[in-house]
Structure formats: structure tokens, C-alpha cells
């Protein structure tokens, strides 16, 4: 069973930056792919950045493009985000997935492309 696991969350003035890291384990030959999700409360969780571990194709929300950027390590199963410039609408729990579909121009902000998921590392972004 995989396992996925968020850490690097966190207290940050705005405009500051974080780093956040996931890793993979445990049957992790099935996974193609792995992304970052952010919920606050009572709001549906919601798509922010994503990367095929074949060619390295990346996604992103329009809202964080510029100012985020998504990383593999493929041979160690992680994936790391780094976000600058963070902004007070950036507080959210960030939720990392991996999944074993291929991700299209068309399906990567699907919540059900993803068939794993961490527990969720807390952003705050204070203004």
C-alpha cells in the first residue's frame, strides 16, 4: 500500500517563501505521478500544482504560476514545492497525492486522478 507523506508547512509573512516536501513509499513502481492539493475550511479542495515522473511535465493553477514551482526526485519519490512570494490567500492545508494514471492537459486537476494522499501539512501565511 502507498503511502504519502507531506512535511515542510508552516508560519510565514507574506511574501516569504516555503518549501514543501512529499515522499512515496511503499509500492511506489505504480506511480506516475504526483501533485499538491490545499483546502481551507468549508471549501472543496482544490488543484495547485502537479508533475509527470515521465518527462517531468508540470501543471499548475493559475493563481500560483510564477510564484510556485513543483520538483521530482523520481529514483527517491519525492516531490517538493517551492513557494515564493506568499500571500495571505495562500493559507490552506496542502494536501501532496501520487497517482498511476498519466496526467493530460485535460484530467490533471481531477481530485479522482490521484489515487493516494498524504494527511495534509498546515500553510499559514500571515499578512
Known amino acids: 500500500q502507498v503511502q504519502v507523506v507531506e512535511s515542510g508547512g508552516g508560519l510565514v509573512q507574506a511574501g516569504g517563501s516555503l518549501r514543501l516536501s512529499c515522499a512515496a513509499s511503499?509500492?511506489?513502481?505504480?506511480?506516475?505521478?504526483m501533485g499538491w492539493f490545499r483546502q481551507a475550511p468549508g471549501k472543496e479542495r482544490e488543484f495547485v500544482a502537479a508533475i509527470n515522473w515521465s518527462g517531468g511535465s508540470t501543471y499548475y493553477v493559475d493563481s500560483v504560476k510564477g510564484r510556485f514551482t513543483i520538483s521530482r526526485d523520481s529514483t527517491k519519490n519525492t516531490v517538493n514545492l517551492q513557494m515564493n512570494s506568499l500571500k495571505p490567500e495562500d493559507t490552506d492545508v496542502y494536501y501532496c497525492?501520487?497517482?498511476?494514471?498519466?496526467?493530460?492537459?485535460?484530467?490533471?486537476?481531477?481530485?479522482?486522478?490521484?489515487?493516494?494522499w498524504g494527511q495534509g501539512t498546515q500553510v499559514t501565511v500571515s499578512s
Open positions: 497525492a501520487a497517482g498511476r494514471r498519466e496526467l493530460t492537459n485535460f484530467n490533471y486537476p481531477s481530485f479522482g486522478v490521484y489515487d493516494y
Open positions: 511503499g509500492g511506489t513502481l505504480s506511480i506516475v505521478d
